[in-house]
């Protein structure tokens, strides 16, 4: 299985970006998808959720009213709709999937079996 994240770049506070992440190699929809990220110094934190079942959402407190997880089966992709960036939102943002993953584990990149290579997000003031 492999993941392909795109859709990062370089935009100012309060701007808006889509995050896409295509799953390849297998039936995507029976995968539950994580979004990660990573700033520099600091450790891999969990962003967003998506269950494969019945698409139900869990967010991190941080991006929570301001990103959605979303996906399309018929497109093998998931996607992370992040607006009204905030500088503290600049990172390497990862996707990650698995076919087995219980409701405790998901803020847990190690729970993850799949990761996509990351995309660069840089929000500036």
């Known amino acids: 299985v492999q993941l392909q994240a795109s859709g990062g770049g370089s935009v100012q506070a309060g701007a808006s970006l889509r995050l896409s992440c295509t799953v390849s190699?297998?039936?995507?929809?029976?995968?539950?998808v994580g979004w990660f990220r990573q700033a520099p110094g600091k450790e891999r934190e969990f962003v967003a959720f998506?269950?494969?079942?019945?698409?139900?959402?869990n967010y991190a407190d941080s991006v929570k009213g301001r990103f959605t997880i979303s996906r399309d089966n018929a497109k093998n992709t998931a996607y992370l709709q992040m607006n009204s960036l905030k500088p503290e939102d600049t990172a390497v943002y990862y996707c990650?999937?698995?076919?087995?993953?219980?409701?405790?584990?998901?803020?847990?990149?190690?729970?993850?079996?799949?990761w996509g290579q990351g995309t660069q997000v840089t929000v500036s003031s």
């Open positions: 990650a999937a698995s076919t087995s993953i219980i409701l405790s584990s998901i803020r847990f990149p190690e729970n993850y079996r799949y």
């Open positions: 190699g297998d039936t995507f929809r029976r995968y539950a």
């Open positions: 998506m269950r494969s079942s019945d698409g139900r959402a």
